[in-house]
Nanobody
Framework: QVQLVESGGGLVQAGGSLRLSCAAS????????MGWFRQAPGKEREFVAA????????YYADSVKGRFTISRDNVKNMVYLQMNSLKAEDAAVYYC???????????????WGQGTQVTVSS
């Protein structure tokens, strides 16, 4: 069982930055690939970024590539999403997710956090 708690969301101006954090419980954190997804009002949940168990491989949606960076700390059981050059279209609820062993760009993850709101003002 893995419990995930996101934090770090908030209101930011377009062009600004935010760093989201996801705290994971459980002693098997390093066995899980981790992902970030987002969902804007009236839209489906979409993939943002994913990271392998060791952190050696990362994956990004085209819409955030070059602006967002996913990272993890397996000692602290934490996953991060550094978001730079934020745009109005990045506004959404951001979810952290855990998937056994292998990352995926689909929403087929085993555990999900409750989400954190990101609002971007133009």
């Amino acid at each position: 069982q893995v419990q995930l708690v996101e934090s770090g969301g908030g209101l930011v101006q377009a062009g600004g930055s935010l760093r989201l954090s996801c705290a994971a419980s459980g002693r098997t954190f390093s066995s899980y690939a981790m992902g970030w997804f987002r969902q804007a009002p009236g839209k489906e949940r979409e993939f943002v970024a994913a990271i392998s168990r060791t952190g050696s491989n990362t994956y990004y949606a085209d819409s955030v590539k070059g602006r967002f960076t996913i990272s993890r700390d397996n000692v602290k059981n934490m996953v991060y999403l550094q978001m730079n050059s934020l745009k109005a279209e990045d506004a959404a609820v951001y979810y952290c997710a855990a998937r056994w062993l292998v990352p995926s760009e689909t929403a087929q993850y085993d555990y999900w956090g409750q989400g954190t709101q990101v609002t971007v003002s133009s």
